[in-house]
């Protein structure tokens, strides 16, 4: 089983639509949860942290269930400039700490 | 500004030679990573380090070294035991396990 996964899509929605993408660990110590985005040929980027409590920014919406151990990413009113690869980040608790694993990434396609 | 900066952008290795990425952060940031990215795919771990003068091997760590001698530096060789080094290589960097990592802008290896 791979540390962290998620479903590869891609999603292609309308503009204005909602969207929801969610990501499982495998790792039930992980610490720290980030969701990036990447855009084709670029770096990735940190789009949110995700905290137990879960957290809001404008029309990006992130949740962490750890009893479930999967976090997932909300988008509301999708835009065009929307359409990137979204990357689940996931930060397990071992004996040498802090490697980042990330999943191989969720497709959103954006079309007007 | 600060921030963290790889160079060169495109690299081209000719069959059986050795190269070197760089990386380099003004961040003052501990932990620094390298990942590898095929198209279509998620990130694997190369190599990674907390502290200075030392490192930990990744996932994928075959055919590559790396050295930390500095803390604002983290270079990355890729030797010719790498046998399909071809590919988009990112490092990052973050101040500790519970914040987010920032990327490089990449260096795309090719060999020739």
């Known amino acids: 089983r791979k540390e962290v996964e998620q479903d590869p899509g891609p999603f292609n929605v309308p503009e204005g639509a909602t969207v929801a993408f969610n990501c499982t660990y495998s790792?039930?110590?992980?610490?720290?949860f980030f969701w990036y985005r990447q855009d084709c040929r670029k770096e990735p980027k940190l789009l949110m942290s995700?905290?137990?409590s879960g957290n809001e920014d404008g029309r990006f919406t992130a949740q962490l269930n750890r009893a479930s151990q999967y976090i997932s990413l909300l988008i509301r009113d999708s835009k065009l400039s929307d359409s990137a690869t979204y990357l689940c980040?996931?930060?397990?608790?071992?004996?040498?700490?802090?490697?980042?694993?990330f999943g191989a990434g969720t497709i959103l396609r954006v079309k007007s | 500004d600060g921030g963290i900066t790889q160079s060169p952008k495109y690299l081209f290795r000719k069959e059986g030679q050795n190269v070197t990425l760089s990386c380099e952060q003004n961040l003052n940031h501990d932990a620094m990573y390298w990942y590898r990215q095929d198209p279509g795919q998620g990130l694997r771990l190369i190599y990674y380090s907390q502290i200075v003068n030392d490192f930990q091997k990744g996932d994928i760590a075959e055919g590559y070294s790396v050295s930390r001698e500095k803390k604002e530096s983290f270079p990355l060789t890729v030797t010719s035991a790498q046998k399909n080094p071809t590919a988009f290589y990112l490092c990052a960097s973050r101040a500790s396990s519970i914040t987010e990592a920032f990327f490089g802008q990449g260096t795309r290896l090719t060999v020739v």
């Open positions: 995700v905290y137990s």
């Open positions: 980040v996931v930060n397990p608790l071992r004996e040498y700490g802090n490697k980042l694993v």
């Open positions: 790792n039930s110590a992980s610490q720290s």
